[in-house]
């Protein structure tokens, strides 16, 4: 199983960033995809996951409305539109499969980092 996340970058507050992840080594259609982030010296908590079956989506309150989670089965790809992002969402963003009682995996992540 493999995750390679891409899209981060430095962006300004009030602006945008799409965050990809493209998997590798399983039935990626099969999978609960989420996505996570982790600020320094805080814990990892979830911002978006969209599910296998449906792609029904569930996100962070305090994400809700501007962090759209999006999948493309045929690519092997789930999204993560950042819209009016804030300088407190500065943190490392990670892709996360799960597939529950066989498997959970992690990308390396991709720093995000909002600042003007």
């Known amino acids: 199983v493999q995750l390679v996340e891409s899209g981060g970058g430095l962006v300004q507050p009030g602006g945008s960033l799409r965050l990809s992840c493209v998997a590798s080594?399983?039935?990626?259609?099969?999978?609960?995809m989420s996505w996570y982030r982790q600020a320094p010296e805080k814990e990892r908590e979830l911002v978006a996951v969209?599910?296998?079956?449906?792609?029904?989506?569930n996100y962070a309150d305090s994400v809700k409305g501007r962090f759209p989670i999006s999948r493309d089965n045929a690519k092997n790809t789930v999204f993560l539109q950042m819209n009016s992002v804030k300088p407190e969402e500065t943190a490392v963003y990670y892709c996360n499969a799960k597939r529950p009682l066989e498997f959970e995996s992690w990308g390396q992540g991709t720093q995000v980092t909002v600042s003007s």
């Open positions: 969209i599910t296998s079956i449906g792609g029904s989506t």
């Open positions: 080594g399983f039935t990626f259609r099969s999978a609960v």
